[in-house]
């Protein structure tokens, strides 16, 4: 099976790296190679060397900064997927392309599902919509996949990777305590498109979640955070993490205040549950703690 990999160099495109290459031949583009903002290049491209499922992780992910450059962030993740679709509808191949939660607007109290009502508050879950959208359009053979609060030992910062490096800094954090979500270890995800590519086939195309199990609070995952890394001696010098509302830290973007997706029915095609969120934060933790980035 001939895999094209785009985004390979994001934190979950670097995982997808690792999973895809046991069940195919990948091929891993990074910007470099092709340049999602370049939207006519998109098909030459991928038609030239034609491959059987193309995963495109790569994204414009500054949530914040997509306030201020919308066009940017509607060209790469609301248009270009879109062009994907098309290529991949015109060699016949599969296109798995990775959503987000914050095409939700927060507003339900229990977990969303992947046909529940879609409401974006900001312009990146706005043009990560336009994305589902395109794909939805132009190619039937198609996996839409929703994931939140991503996290990994690999690719640029993250909230893990935040928290540690303040906590290695300060004696007092403040932490948001009501916005509620499932944080997902990135190799979770790149593990579980692996996993579901076999299964696809004519009635299992269409749109998924996939998180870790569980839901919390971005404080409460700060004192997990800080209990799992105490435990494995990463150097802290923070004494003190206190609750406070996002009123108190106002961000450019809106967030959704309670963004948890239900994966059960990745769960029931995959036949398992994924793994809690504490228990992949501390392989993540174990992993990072063991071989920090250099430099
Ligand atoms: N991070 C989260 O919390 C989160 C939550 C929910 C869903 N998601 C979704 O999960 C997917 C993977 O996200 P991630 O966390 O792995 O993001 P990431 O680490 O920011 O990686 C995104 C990748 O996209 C690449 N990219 C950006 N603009 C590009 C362009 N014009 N052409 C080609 N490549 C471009 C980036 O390349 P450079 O390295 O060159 O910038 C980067 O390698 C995305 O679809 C994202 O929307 C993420």
Same mark, same amino acid.
């Given at each position: 099976?001939?895999?094209?990999?785009?985004?390979?160099?994001?934190?979950?495109?670097?995982?997808?790296?690792?999973?895809?290459?046991?069940?195919?031949?990948?091929?891993?583009?990074?910007?470099?190679?092709l340049d999602l903002a370049q939207l006519d290049a998109i098909g030459p491209k991928i038609?030239?060397?034609?491959?059987?499922?193309?995963?495109?992780?790569?994204?414009?992910?500054?949530?914040?900064k997509a306030e201020q450059e919308p066009q940017l962030a509607y060209t790469i993740n609301?248009?270009?997927?879109?062009?994907?679709?098309?290529?991949? #509808? *015109?060699?016949? $191949?599969? /296109? @798995?392309?990775?959503?987000?939660?914050?095409? &939700?607007?927060?507003?339900?109290?229990?977990?969303y599902q992947p046909d529940s009502p879609t409401n974006p508050l900001g312009v990146y879950?706005?043009?990560?919509?336009?994305?589902?959208?395109?794909?939805?359009?132009?190619?039937?053979?198609?996996?839409?996949?929703?994931?939140?609060?991503?996290?990994?030992?690999?690719?640029?910062?993250?909230?893990?990777?935040?928290?540690?490096?303040?906590?290695?800094?300060?004696?007092?954090?403040?932490?948001?305590?009501?916005?509620?979500?499932?944080?997902?270890?990135?190799?979770?995800? #790149? *593990?579980?498109? $692996?996993? /579901? @590519?076999?299964?696809?086939?004519?009635?299992? &195309?269409?749109?998924?979640?996939?998180?870790?199990?569980?839901?919390?609070?971005?404080?409460?995952?700060?004192?997990?955070?800080?209990?799992?890394?105490?435990?494995?001696?990463?150097?802290?010098?923070?004494?003190?993490?206190?609750?406070?509302?996002?009123?108190?830290?106002?961000?450019?973007?809106?967030?959704?205040?309670?963004?948890?997706?239900?994966?059960?029915?990745?769960?029931?095609?995959?036949?398992?549950?994924?793994?809690?969120?504490?228990?992949?934060?501390?392989?993540?933790?174990?992993?990072?703690?063991?071989?920090?980035?250099?430099?």
């Open positions: 099976m001939k895999i094209l990999l785009l985004g390979c160099q994001g934190q979950v495109g670097q995982e997808l790296l690792t999973t895809l290459s046991a069940i195919g031949t990948v091929t891993a583009w990074g910007r470099h190679e038609l030239a060397q034609p491959p059987d499922v193309i995963v495109n992780a790569a994204a414009y992910t500054a949530v914040d609301g248009e270009a997927p879109g062009k994907l679709a098309q290529a991949a #509808a *015109a060699c016949g $191949a599969i /296109l @798995i392309h990775i959503s987000t939660d914050y095409v &939700f607007d927060g507003q339900q109290n229990q977990p879950g706005q043009s990560k919509l336009a994305g589902e959208l395109a794909v939805q359009a132009a190619c039937d053979r198609h996996v839409i996949l929703r994931t939140a609060w991503v996290y990994g030992a690999k690719g640029q910062g993250n909230f893990v990777k935040t928290m540690l490096r303040l906590g290695a800094e300060r004696d007092t954090l403040k932490v948001v305590y009501d916005q509620v979500g499932c944080p997902t270890w990135s190799y979770d995800i #790149a *593990a579980a498109i $692996a996993q /579901l @590519i076999p299964y696809l086939a004519p009635g299992t &195309f269409g749109t998924y979640h996939f998180t870790n199990s569980g839901a919390v609070s971005w404080y409460d995952f700060a004192i997990a955070i800080f209990e799992e890394a105490a435990a494995l001696g990463y150097p802290l010098t923070l004494k003190t993490v206190l609750p406070i509302t996002t009123d108190q830290y106002p961000l450019p973007a809106k967030r959704p205040a309670y963004s948890v997706l239900g994966s059960e029915k990745l769960d029931a095609l995959l036949n398992q549950t994924p793994p809690h969120w504490r228990v992949s934060l501390r392989k993540m933790l174990q992993e990072f703690v063991s071989s920090p980035p250099q430099g």
